[in-house]
Each structure stands twice: as C-alpha cells, then as structure tokens.
C-alpha cells in the first residue's frame, strides 16, 4: 500500500513535470538579463580607443588608404566623402553598433533582437538555422548567433554572431573609412556583460573586408540604464542635406538652396526651363 | 501519505526552480510570425472603402483641408501627406502596416516592429501609468492591458492607448488630415481572428480634433509563418526633393526637376552671392 502511494505520488509528480515541460515557458534565467536601455560610453568614432579619422589607423589597403584620404579632402572641402548616412540610409553593419542613438536587446529562444532608432531591426536567429541560399543582401545583412555558456553552470554568458549579406553604401563611421564596395564584409561579434559591472555589454566586433589587409578587431561598450526613456530620432525630419544627381547641397535656415563647398555651381535647372517653354 | 506530501513538494519545488524569471509564453496568444496587408488591400487607412473613398467624419475646417490636399496632390504635389520626405507613418497610420509587421510579446512589453525606420511600438503592459514630460513622437507613448475575454486563464486580446504625439501625420498617402494640435488618442482591440488563428484584427479607434466623433476602423492582418524580411529604406531611393516649402523631384538622369505644371525652380541667391 505504502509503494502504491509511492508510486502514485511520483506519477502525479511526473505528469506535473510532464504538463510543465509542455507548456514550454520560456526560461529567462538561462540567459542573461540584458533587459534596459544601452547606450554607447564613447563617441561616435569606430574604434573608440582613438579618435575619429586617420588616428583610427584603420588596416585599410593601399587603394582604400588612397579612397580615405579622397574622402577626408572631400569633407574638408564640405562634402561628405565616403559617408553615405548624411541622405539618412541607414549605417548598416557594422556601424550601427556604434549605437549613436541608444539600444535594446530583446532576448527570445530563437531570435534576439537588437533595436536602435534610424535602423530597421536587427535579428539574430539563435535557432541553429544555416545560412538562407538566396538572400537580397540589406545594410544591416543576416545574423546567425549561438548562445555560450563559458563557464558551465547552466546559463548562457556569451552571444557569439557572424553576420553575412550587407550591401552598400556603407562606411566605419562619420570620417568615412570605407569598406569595399564588393559589399563581401563579414562581421563576427562576442557580446558578453562585464565581469565585474553588470551594467556594462562588452561586444568584441571582428570586420573581415576586402578593403582591409587584415581583420580589424574593436571592442564596444554599451551603459545600461534600467528605467529608460526611449525618445524617436528621426534623421529625415530636418535633414538639411540636399542630394542633386552626384551633388551634395544645402539647406540654410531660410530655407533655401545654398553651395555645401566653396564655388560650387548651382543645380542644373534644364527641366525647368523646358516646362516654360 | 508522507510520500505523496514529499513528491507534491519535489515537484512543486522543481516547477519554482524553472519558473525562476521563466515567462510562460502559453498565457499569452501565439502572434508570432509575419503579419502583412491582406492581399489586395491597399494602404488606404478605411479598408471596407476604396482609396480616396473613406467616410472620414472630417470637421467642416478639416474636410476643406482635405479637399485643398486633394487639389494639391492633383496638381502634382504631396498635399497633407508629410512621409514623402521619408519621415515616419506615426500612429495610427503605421497600423496600415504598408511594410510587414513582427510582434514580439513579453510580460512587460509588448514590442510591435514594422520594417522601417524608426517605426518600432513599444507597448508597456507592466501597469505603468501615464508619464509626466515626455518628449511626444510618430509612433507615441503606448500603454496595453491583457485580457482573457474567455476566462481561461489564457489572454486574447490586447487591448491599446496611444497618446502623445507629434506632427506632421496623416491617416493614409491620400493625405486624409489629423489636427495640428496633436491631440489624437487611439485606442486598439487587437486579437486573432476565432475562425483562423493566422488572421489578426486591429480594431482602432482614433479619436482627434479633426474629427467630429471616434473614427473606427478594422485593420486585418495576414500571418506568414516562415517570413523573410527585407528591408524597406524610404530615403535610398527617394526621388522627392524638399526645399523650403516646395516639393521638386529628381528625373531619371538625376536633375531637379518640378513636381507641378508651372512651378517655379529654386531661389539660387546663396549661389549668386558665392560667386561675388
């Protein structure tokens, strides 16, 4: 009698496991809790233990060394070089991880997200898919990630991503380092918490470019706040950049056109003219 | 007896082990996957009317701006529709979902990613109240509330405010106008359809200056359930050129050129005055 009850007791036990384990919650305590608002602790430069520009000393090769230093002339005449954000497309990989504007991180069994204002979400499938055969290549590209458990205790520490498909125009950041225009950037990233600041995200971005000679290797740190205010930011709502053809203008605060370089020819208004005929 | 006290405890123990910040997904619906327009449907913000077509209970002050968008938008230009300059749909416009939706449900927030920029809801549903001094957006400040309409311990519908917006916004590309005082409040009852799990409804209802009552729609969304996405970059390839208050366009051969018959090229003077 007393093992029927046992028995009883430990079936009752397993169809409680049993129903739970069927439910499927989704057991947060695996991962880690990256839950708030990031936001990056340096400036908006690539590698942000140097500064902006050639002190970056970005590995580029000999010909995109020669498109930087066109792109750095560029910008000191006014234009905007190899930047290609100042029309408001997006960063893309790897850029947007500079996080301009702040980050959240949506963590799901097999998709975390990575939001940030003026990018299209970002996602990183964690449920062991391949890469897709046929992808229409994007800025932001397609993210595989796998979750590390470094220590062995049962919990994720580590989010481990390489992301493939980018298209252009792309570029490190606001001085216009550039990648290749073969758009084959392969970007590989470790994001792990600090070890002894919880509120510190640490992300190890490896770039693989054509248009370097070697891997270039960064690491980002993101802040975390816990009650965040998210604000919008709209780069489209006063852009004052104004594109014509290969030309850059721009708006003056009057609200018309106006040269962005020294001498530089109005737009070309031969539509204009025909429509009065 | 003893045994049987023992094994309810081994079990109740466990479930609490795994339950540690677990989030039971099955107290909340399965929206997962992609949502898009049904097919056909266009992005009209009234679907039961045809674009253009939509009984909006316009004030008479609002129905005239409606009417003079029309003429505009007739004559070649963008009328009240402000997104051509690539700024964002805003509430309730995004809800016409012109580009594929994602929802993502978690017991605090409820995130709603449509594919463009700056067009991510977040809908907090942790019991929050309004916020004091917060900066109004497009997209606004959302608050959502779980209902289990069937009581069976599982939810069904959310339901949704949005307050706090900003301009400009309109309800659809036909330039259909909200108030400029950005007073809008809308209100969503969002829930599978009971016949089939794989449409979604969004009853909206917008209530605005502009109108003269509550404005409520029926948005249906169709599920795809192994999506791709793809991203949709209003300002890539953008052929609308803003300077001042005039709309020009790009020609094929990358020119301005005007929008309207007759409209006048751009004042040049800061260039004349570079030249001096």
């Not at chain 1, 990183?124 to 590390?148: A, H, M, N, Q």
């Not at chain 1, 000679?213 to 709502?237: A, F, G």
Request: aromatic share 10%; proline share 8%; hydrophobic share 35%.
């Amino acid at each position: 009698m007393r093992q029927q009850s046992s028995l009883g007791s430990i079936a009752l036990a397993a169809c409680l496991l049993t129903a739970s384990a069927a439910a499927q919650p989704f057991d947060e305590s695996k991962y880690p809790d990256w839950s708030g608002q990031w936001r990056r602790t340096g400036g908006i430069q690539w590698d942000p233990t140097k500064r902006l520009g050639r002190a970056q000393e970005a590995p580029l090769t000999p010909e995109y060394q020669a498109v930087f230093e066109a792109s750095l002339a560029d910008q000191a005449a006014g234009g905007q070089g190899n930047d290609p954000t100042y029309k408001c497309i997006p960063a893309g990989m790897p850029r947007i991880m500079t996080m301009v504007f702040p980050m959240e991180i949506v963590i799901t069994p097999k998709t975390t997200y990575i939001l940030s204002d003026y990018s299209t979400p970002r996602r990183v499938y964690t449920d062991g898919r391949d890469w897709p055969r046929e992808f229409e290549p994007t800025f932001l590209g397609y993210s595989i990630g796998k979750w590390i458990d470094d220590d062995r205790d049962g919990r994720y520490d580590a989010l481990e991503i390489e992301t493939r498909g980018m298209k252009g125009p792309r570029s490190f950041e606001a001085s216009g380092i550039p990648l290749h225009k073969d758009n084959q950037t392969v970007v590989k990233e470790r994001f792990i918490s600090d070890g002894a600041n919880r509120d510190l995200l640490l992300n190890e971005i490896t770039t693989i470019d054509n248009a370097l000679t070697r891997p270039w290797t960064v690491t980002k740190k993101y802040r975390r706040d816990h009650n965040p205010i998210w604000h919008q930011n709209d780069c489209s709502e006063d852009n004052h950049h104004v594109s014509i053809g290969n030309e850059n203008y721009f708006l003056s605060a009057d609200g018309h056109l106006m040269p962005a370089k020294k001498d530089q020819p109005p737009p070309d208004l031969r539509y204009f003219k025909q429509s009065r005929k | 007896m003893r045994s049987l006290i023992g094994a309810i405890a081994l079990a109740g123990m466990m479930l609490t082990a795994s339950d540690a910040r677990a989030f039971d997904e099955t107290k909340y619906p399965d929206w997962s996957g992609q949502w898009r327009r049904p097919p056909g449907v266009g992005n009209q913000w009234d679907t039961s009317s045809p674009p253009r077509k939509a009984q909006a209970p316009l004030t008479a002050e609002y129905r005239a701006i409606y009417e003079a968008n029309l003429a505009d938008q007739a004559a070649g230009g963008q009328g009240t529709d402000p997104t051509y300059i690539c700024i964002p749909d805003g509430m309730p416009r995004a809800m016409n979902v012109i580009f594929p939706m994602e929802i993502i449900i978690q017991p605090h927030v409820t995130h709603m990613l449509i594919e463009y920029l700056s067009m991510v809801r977040r809908i907090f549903t942790d019991g929050r109240d309004w916020p004091e001094n917060t900066e109004p957006s497009f997209m606004g400040y959302s608050i959502g509330k779980w209902i289990d309409t069937g009581g069976r311990g599982r939810f069904d519908v959310l339901e949704v405010e949005t307050r706090n917006l900003k301009g400009p916004r309109s309800f659809d590309a036909s330039g259909l106008p909200l108030h400029v005082d950005n007073q809008t409040i809308v209100k969503e009852r969002i829930y599978l359809d009971n016949a089939d799990p794989n449409i979604l409804r969004d009853e909206v209802t917008t209530i605005d200056n502009a109108l003269t009552r509550p404005w409520t729609v029926i948005k249906n969304y169709h599920r795809v359930r192994k999506p791709v996405w793809v991203e949709a970059i209003c300002a890539e390839g953008n052929q609308h050129v803003r300077i001042g208050k005039e709309n020009y366009m790009l020609s094929a051969d990358g020119y301005l050129m005007p929008a309207k018959k007759g409209q006048a090229p751009p004042d040049l003077r800061y260039f004349e005055q570079a030249r001096k």
